[in-house]
């Protein structure tokens, strides 16, 4: 089945909301885990009883592993199969970027049917063009998984070089919202989706676009379920607000991590419906 027809199923089923696994040393800390990979592993393995077949997309920020090495891709690779085999889907919060074969390579870890690292989604950064990012698209669509490009992020400081205009006034955020409308209009399918961040108006023309949009910042950053509905007027069947840390502060009991997904899922409902 396509990545987008899964999507829109999970989205059925359990809402839009997409929840991140962000295992600060901060959050492992307040979990009462210590900052190691066994921690990690705790952490982990809470998020995936908590969410898996209970929350419809995940969003594992890759960092968060990559920094205990070896040893903390494989707790990843065990996160992302035991969401997946519950059916919860897992758009793996990577942002790569680069050019080539090297993309691809970067393609093949996280949507090639037999990585371990197989997810249903990858997010990547457009900074080396948006037709940089062509394998790993081409990839996605190939192997019915999705993309979603980075077009105007969350934090601040990606302001400036986001809101950057050309000679004809067009932004580079913009630029990349056209780029993957029209991608999509190619593939016939609506394998790219784009990053717009909740924190704030993104200026942006998105009429074109069809896809699905990740919409970051929910909660610890500052963006509430209102502001969704105001800075996306279009109710949108695809958009997905994510939120990581003001659901995971809640943890590690199941019960109560599961609830408080449940709790801004259904808000973020209200406000979109
Ligand atoms: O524009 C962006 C793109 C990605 N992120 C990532 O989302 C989570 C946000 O975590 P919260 O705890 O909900 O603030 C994190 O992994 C970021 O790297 C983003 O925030 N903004």
Same mark, same amino acid.
């Given at each position: 089945m396509t990545w987008v027809r899964r999507l829109r199923g999970a989205v059925a089923e359990h809402?839009?909301?997409?929840?991140?696994?962000?295992?600060?040393?901060?959050?492992?800390?307040?979990?009462g885990l210590g900052d190691t990979v066994d921690g990690l592993g705790s952490?982990?393995?809470?998020?995936?009883?908590?969410?898996?077949?209970?929350?419809?997309? *995940?969003?594992?920020? #890759?960092?968060?592993?990559?920094?205990?090495?070896? @040893? &903390?891709?494989?707790?990843?690779?065990?996160?992302?199969?035991?969401?997946?085999?519950?059916?919860?889907?897992?758009?793996?919060?990577?942002?790569?970027?680069?050019?080539?074969?090297?993309?691809?390579?970067?393609a093949s870890a996280w949507l090639g049917s037999t990585s371990p690292l197989r997810s249903d989604a990858v997010t990547l950064s457009p900074y080396l063009g948006v037709g940089a990012l062509a394998p790993a698209i081409e990839r996605a669509a190939a192997h019915q998984s999705g993309v979603f490009v980075l077009a105007r992020t969350s934090n601040a400081d990606g302001t400036a070089v986001q809101t950057a205009v050309d000679s004809g006034g067009v932004s *580079?955020?913009?630029? #990349?919202?056209?780029?993957?409308?029209?991608?999509? @209009? &190619?593939?016939?399918?609506e394998t790219v989706g784009l990053v717009v961040g909740a924190t704030r108006g993104h200026g942006l023309d998105v009429t074109a676009f069809g896809g699905p949009i990740l919409a970051p910042g929910l909660g610890a950053q500052g963006a509430t379920v209102l502001d969704l509905a105001e800075i996306f007027p279009d109710t949108r069947e695809l958009l997905l607000p994510s939120s990581s840390r003001d659901i995971l502060r809640y943890g590690p009991a199941t019960a109560d991590l599961r609830a408080a997904a449940h709790r801004v899922r259904d808000d973020v409902e209200r406000a979109l419906s």
């Open positions: 809402g839009r909301l997409c929840v991140g696994i962000d295992p600060h040393p901060g959050l492992l800390d307040a979990w952490f982990s393995n809470a998020c995936v009883e908590a969410f898996a077949g209970h929350v419809g997309i *995940v969003k594992p920020q #890759v960092a968060f592993f990559e920094r205990f090495g070896s @040893a &903390g891709i494989a707790v990843l690779e065990r996160t992302i199969a035991g969401l997946r085999s519950a059916g919860t889907l897992v758009l793996s919060d990577a942002k790569r970027g680069d050019i080539g074969t090297t993309l691809d390579a970067y *580079v955020a913009q630029h #990349v919202v056209d780029e993957a409308a029209r991608w999509n @209009a &190619g593939l016939g399918d």
